[in-house]
């Protein structure tokens, strides 16, 4: 049974559109992440919610909209995709504070 | 700006031997410590992690802090190739949400 899950595995869009990805874990944990890879490998925060209550926002194009319906759901909304904003997102989930215990198997953005 | 530290690689240890992976942190404050393995392609697995009170080992892994040079280790024993992946270090502060992650060290076990 997967503990954190992510559709779609991999999304391919044109510039301009605006797509979503869809992050649930079901360990039960309290808070959850989004993070970003970039072709050179970094791995960088950018939003983490706790008990759907935004917690982290880093700088990040307002472009990118978080939603939490509940605790168990972290939505990732992009508007207006760009070139710069190809790259594997991750969503994680962490039972309190403290770091991300378990990422999900990630979403390959590809923007053309 | 904290910055977390990793030499990239490759680095590659024979089998059977032990793998020494290091990082530095600029945040004098941290006082959490994370290593993530990650296969290429696949997303990141945590490894272990500890606090600033004390080093920590889990199997043929162990993660040690030097507090006073800002560095923490990750030590692998008996390395197999199936270790061949790259470690993140991640550095974050006490019962922060953020961790900020290195760049990430490429190891390689040759058979």
């Known amino acids: 049974d997967t503990a954190v899950s992510q559709t779609p595995k991999y999304l391919v869009t044109q510039m301009g559109n605006d797509k979503s990805i869809k992050c649930e874990q079901n360990l039960g944990h309290d808070t959850m992440y989004w993070y970003k890879q970039d072709s050179k490998k970094f791995l960088k925060i950018m939003f983490s919610y706790n008990n759907k209550e935004l917690i982290i926002n880093e700088t990040v194009p307002n472009r990118f909209s978080p939603k939490s319906p509940d605790k168990a759901h972290l939505n990732l909304h992009i508007n207006s995709l760009e070139l710069g904003d190809s790259a594997v997102y991750f969503c994680a989930s962490s039972p309190t504070s403290g770091g991300a215990r378990v990422f999900g198997p990630g979403t390959r953005l590809t923007v053309l | 700006q904290k910055e977390v530290e990793q030499n990239s690689g490759p680095l590659s240890v024979p089998e059977g031997a032990i793998a020494s992976l290091n990082c530095t942190y600029s945040d004098r404050g941290s006082q959490s410590f994370f290593w993530y393995r990650q296969y290429s392609g696949k997303s990141p697995e945590l490894i272990m992690f500890i606090y600033s009170n004390g080093d920590k080992e889990d199997g043929r892994f162990t993660a040690q802090l030097n507090k006073a040079s800002q560095y923490v280790s990750l030590l692998i024993r008996d390395s197999q190739p199936s270790d061949s992946a790259t470690y993140l270090c991640?550095?974050?502060?006490?019962?922060?949400?953020?961790?900020?992650f290195g760049k990430g060290t490429k190891l390689s076990v040759i058979p």
């Open positions: 991640a550095v974050g502060g006490a019962g922060s949400y953020q961790l900020t």
